[in-house]
């Protein structure tokens, strides 16, 4: 079985530019989050989906990260403009439904903004 | 709102012997599960340990074992006979089974000693 895949695995940006990560999540997995992980400490939820649906994004900066998940399979985190404090990893994660808790992550992508 | 907490942001052990992290958790629901995940320097985050709230017998799995206190909102996390191998960041994690949303601690890491 595959597991979450992640893209790119490294960026860097400077202040103020665009970035776009991507998550294809394992086959028929419901429910899909997104964390902020900033070095050496835990990760933070930034949005969590149920299928399509966002089921919590009140830890998303609104005013400039966004992130979709079309057709409730791929998703997009994208931040615009980015800020030197969004240098972190940005996991992704995938379970399979409410019922069945484990979560299966990816590799992450590690953003840095200079 | 849910909250985890891991008052050892550093463990040590040396090889075979065994070590105990710490974790405490918030919440006024009933119904959910907490987790032990590893999180080895290559990154990707993995499953150590699962236990339900519902069930006061404690979790096992090999050389790991949890010591779950529910009144007390304590889980902590045992490692048996440690080994290179385990050197890790660990994070404890609270699922809500109302709403599905997984929350992490801040993170202990470990480091096993030869």
């Known amino acids: 079985e595959a597991g979450v895949a992640q893209s790119p695995r490294y960026k860097i940006i400077e202040k103020r530019q665009?970035?776009?990560?991507?998550?294809?999540?394992?086959?028929?997995?419901?429910?899909?989050?997104w964390y902020q992980q900033i070095l050496g400490q835990g990760p933070k939820l930034l949005i969590q989906f149920q299928n399509n649906g966002v089921v919590d994004d009140s830890q998303l900066p609104k005013d400039r990260f966004s992130a979709e998940r079309l057709k409730g399979v791929d998703s997009t985190l994208k931040i615009q403009p980015a800020k030197l404090e969004d240098s972190a990893v940005y996991l992704c994660a995938s379970s399979l439904d409410r019922e069945n808790t484990e979560a299966f992550f990816g590799q992450g992508t590690r953003l840095t903004v200079v | 709102a849910q909250t985890v907490t891991q008052s050892q942001p550093e463990m040590s052990v040396q090889e075979a012997e065994t070590v105990t992290l710490s974790?405490?958790?918030?919440?006024?629901?009933?119904?959910?599960?907490?987790?032990?995940?590893?999180?080895?320097?290559?990154?990707?985050?993995?499953l150590v340990i699962r236990q339900e709230a519902y069930k006061q017998q404690n979790a096992t799995e090999n050389r790991f074992s949890v010591n779950f206190q529910k009144a007390a909102k304590s889980f902590s996390l045992k490692i048996s006979d440690s080994q290179l191998g385990d050197t890790?960041?660990?994070?404890?994690?609270?699922?809500?089974?109302?709403?599905?949303?997984l929350i992490f601690g801040q993170g202990t890491t470990l480091q096993v000693k030869p």
């Not at chain 1, 665009?18 to 989050?33: D, E, K, Q, R």
Request: hydrophobic fraction near 30%.
């Open chain 1, 18 to 33: 665009s970035v776009a990560f991507w998550c294809n999540p394992i086959s028929g997995h419901a429910t899909l989050y």
């Open chain 2, 88 to 101: 890790a960041m660990y994070f404890c994690a609270f699922y809500s089974s109302n709403t599905g949303k």
């Open chain 2, 23 to 46: 974790c405490t958790y918030d919440t006024s629901e009933n119904n959910y599960y907490l987790f032990w995940y590893k999180q080895p320097p290559s990154r990707q985050m993995i």
